[in-house]
């Protein structure tokens, strides 16, 4: 399996091959940081109380573009400076909360070699396997 | 004709923000790697932004007294809907050129569609919004399409 260490050639790349997968399991301090980073005040990604009495959510919630940024993040330690990201569209289909680990994915589902161009199905998913976040994304090899 | 959206929702369709122009910093994008938990040395080191980095660079920085009870700010692109509980929503972004410290960045974002769906228990509103990224020479850095669905 390709590794961010080792340039991807396009001639190896096979659809059906799958990207290393990651595993997250965000703590406060990270969700606090990232909240802070959007300068993002929403009550529910800290204010334990506020999220489960006011929102009745089971946890304080893991911000739904941090998942975002773990499939880019997946595909990027993929292709290494085999290429670029070109685009990506997802969504994010059901919540999760801190104490949970999350895992990061994705498979090719189309080469262009022509364009050299590599098209991904990307997820998140949850301990119980579940996708929460699909996505397609597409990188252009250099 | 749909129920929910009544012409004057639907004239807001069009609708443009004020260009917002931010300078991209090297702590901002070691903050932002360091939050997102990034592996890339270029991304923690802060000399390129990671992807995404522009959604913490053009969230809107209001006033206290205009944070609501629990702590989100009004979008005063969007007209007020009839149905107020969002959902999970969906983002499309094209990336076109790479961001590094020093550059200056500004965004623009449009209210580019309103439409309303059948759900499984009542109608869905969905809407749109572009957000148009360009560097000082006016190229194209990013777009970014964010649907949101409201029940």
Known sequence: MPTAHTALQLDQLKVGESLPQ???????????????VLWNAHRIHFDH??????????????????LGDWMHQCIEQWLGSSGRLTSIEYS?????????????????????????????EVFITNEQGDIIAPGIATAELT | MSSLLSDELMSAVGRTSEPHREIVT?????????????Q?????????????????????????????PDGVSIDSLLPTFPLKKA?????????????RPGDWLTATRTLSAIYEKAGRSGALIFYEVVMDI???ENRLVIREKTTRILR
């Open chain 1, 22 to 36: 990651r595993t997250f399991t965000p703590d406060n301090k990270q969700l606090f940081l990232y909240n802070a």
């Open chain 1, 49 to 66: 109380p506020y999220a489960i009495d006011v929102e009745e959510y089971p946890g304080l919630v893991i911000a739904g573009p941090l």
């Open chain 1, 92 to 120: 994010n289909r059901s919540a999760s909360y801190i104490g949970e680990s999350l895992t990061s994915g994705g498979v090719i589902t189309q080469i262009d070699k022509a364009n050299r161009q590599v098209t991904l």
């Open chain 2, 26 to 38: 090297r702590r901002d994008i070691r903050k932002y790697a360091i939050a997102t938990d990034s």
């Open chain 2, 40 to 68: 890339q040395a270029k991304y923690l080191s802060g000399d390129e932004a990671p992807p995404m980095f522009h959604v913490s660079l053009f969230w809107d920085v209001v006033p206290l007294a205009e944070l609501t």
């Open chain 2, 87 to 99: 959902m999970a929503g969906g983002l499309k972004i094209d990336y076109f050129r790479t961001i």
């Open chain 2, 134 to 136: 360009v560097d000082d």
